[in-house]
């Protein structure tokens, strides 16, 4: 059974760093680009960044950009999201995806609806 689990999620200061992991089972990661999102209370899910299967390609957002960064490494079969400098905005429930692109693909998905497993989310707080 395809599965993916975030984990590193807590409450942290304004200005700390965190970084997430999305461990992946049940399926072979090297063929799927993964995606991290969030969902704020109140606000829809927000796509922050992906990566393609062989980590070749990267795409973030621009609310993020500079401060996040997304990283793989399919023999752990684990994907990571390194946050810095985190803002009280940035407190929401953290999500990763996978989406089908083939081995060693650099294709990025275009879209939620691409995504094929959900993990059930971490939750980042950012709080003084």
Do not use: H
Not at 19 to 29: D, H, I, P, V
Not at 31 to 38: D, K, L, T
């Amino acid at each position: 059974q395809a599965q993916l689990v975030e984990s590193g999620g807590g409450l942290i200061q304004p200005g700390g760093s965190l970084r997430l992991s999305c461990a992946a089972s049940g399926f072979t990661l090297d063929f799927y680009a993964i995606g991290w999102f969030r969902q704020a209370p109140g606000k829809e899910r927000e796509g922050l960044s992906c990566v393609s299967s062989s980590g070749g390609r990267t795409s973030t957002s621009d609310s993020v950009k500079g401060r996040f960064t997304i990283s793989r490494d399919n023999a752990k079969k684990t994907v990571f999201l390194q946050m810095n400098n985190l803002k009280t905005e940035d407190t929401a429930i953290y999500y990763c995806a996978a989406a089908l692109t083939g081995i060693n693909s650099l294709n990025l998905p275009a879209s939620e609806g691409e995504y094929d497993y959900w993990g059930q989310g971490t939750q980042v707080t950012v709080s003084s």
